[in-house]
């Protein structure tokens, strides 16, 4: 026999909540625009230095150049890089050093934002939080690279673009901006 609604009765034991009731309570998932987003953001590059003619691309990937020897594209991954490096990896500028954490928080956000769109299960504050860590890294890399291209008095503050961090950092603040401002303020 059903219990009419409103009608006040023995709780249920605890783990027989209706699905609905559990569903209710859990965080909302990415949806395809926001993964969308976040995947898109594994082809922006970190950074851009226009440099004296040829412009180059600075991805999670490598590097390209634009316009290189005869106006083709030239490419150099960034496994070959660290594996052409003579020098071990502790030794390396400390933005180098931060490239794989870059590249593995852009993945861990886009794996994080596809669990959600995939399955069903995602902590949007996660995928959140893994944006704003692939940013800084990002931003770290770029600054670095700025560094060693002259940013300052010599080539001024444009030497190197950091469009992959911003682009990051928008995506965080406007698709994950509330559910991050939900761990601050509590």
Same mark, same amino acid.
């Given at each position: 026999?059903?219990?009419?609604?409103?009608?006040?009765?023995?709780?249920?034991?605890?783990? @027989?909540?209706?699905?609905?009731?559990?569903?209710?309570?859990?965080?909302? &998932?990415?949806?395809r625009?926001?993964?969308?987003?976040?995947? @898109?953001?594994?082809?922006?590059?970190?950074?851009?230095?226009p440099?004296?003619?040829?412009? &180059?691309?600075?991805?999670?990937?490598?590097?390209?150049?634009?316009?290189?020897?005869?106006?083709?594209?030239?490419?150099?991954?960034?496994?070959?890089?660290?594996?052409?490096?003579?020098?071990?990896?502790?030794?390396?500028p400390?933005?180098?050093?931060?490239?794989?954490?870059? =590249?593995?928080?852009?993945?861990?956000?886009?794996?994080?934002? &596809?669990?959600?769109?995939? =399955?069903?299960?995602?902590?949007?504050?996660? &995928?959140?939080g893994?944006?704003?860590?692939?940013?800084?890294?990002?931003?770290?890399?770029?600054?670095?690279?700025?560094?060693?291209?002259?940013?300052?008095?010599?080539?001024?503050?444009?030497? =190197?673009?950091?469009?992959?961090?911003?682009?990051?950092?928008?995506?965080?603040?406007?698709?994950?901006?509330?559910?991050?401002?939900? =761990?601050v303020?509590?």
């Amino acid at each position: 026999m059903e219990k009419p609604e409103g009608a006040s009765g023995p709780a249920s034991p605890p783990g @027989t909540e209706s699905r609905s009731a559990a569903e209710s309570r859990s965080p909302r &998932t990415s949806g395809r625009v926001e993964w969308l987003l976040v995947v @898109t953001l594994l082809a922006v590059p970190m950074a851009v230095v226009p440099g004296g003619g040829d412009p &180059t691309l600075v991805s999670l990937w490598g590097f390209v150049t634009l316009g290189g020897d005869g106006g083709a594209l030239g490419g150099y991954p960034v496994w070959a890089y660290f594996l052409d490096q003579p020098r071990p990896f502790a030794s390396l500028p400390p933005s180098i050093r931060a490239w794989p954490l870059a =590249v593995g928080f852009h993945l861990l956000a886009a794996g994080s934002a &596809t669990c959600g769109i995939a =399955v069903g299960r995602e902590d949007r504050r996660v &995928t959140g939080g893994l944006l704003l860590l692939a940013s800084a890294a990002t931003l770290w890399v770029a600054a670095g690279l700025g560094v060693r291209f002259g940013v300052g008095a010599t080539a001024g503050w444009l030497a =190197v673009l950091p469009i992959g961090a911003v682009a990051t950092a928008g995506v965080a603040v406007l698709a994950y901006g509330g559910d991050l401002r939900r =761990v601050v303020v509590r």
